[in-house]
């Protein structure tokens, strides 16, 4: 299996290892939308900030503050989780 996974990384050794253990910070974004700094002055707490139809609701992770991955948001074992549909450089992005 260790075989494997250093053949798919392409960082055969120690440097797989080494490179397995690393973190980085991963975030997932919902939607964008494009608000006057008026608009965004009067949020308030307990105020819903639309996502849908209206503007983009693409749900794109990032890692290491560049996008990694497109896909969808999903409710697995209760909780909003992330579902990969295309990975950005499969898909020339």
Do not use: I, K
């Not at 964008?32 to 983009?56: K, Y």
Request: negative net charge; charged residues 25%.
């Amino acid at each position: 299996m260790a075989e494997r996974h250093e053949a798919e990384n392409g960082f055969g050794g120690l440097g797989g290892a080494m490179l397995d253990g690393l973190e980085l910070p991963v975030e997932v974004r919902l939607g964008r939308l494009v608000w006057s700094l008026g608009r965004v002055l009067e949020l308030r707490v307990g105020d819903a900030v639309p996502v849908g139809p209206d503007g983009d609701d693409t749900v794109t992770l990032f890692v290491q503050g560049r996008p990694y991955a497109y896909g969808d948001l999903v409710v697995a074992d209760g909780r909003f989780a992330f579902r990969v549909r295309e990975l950005c450089h499969e898909g020339g992005h």
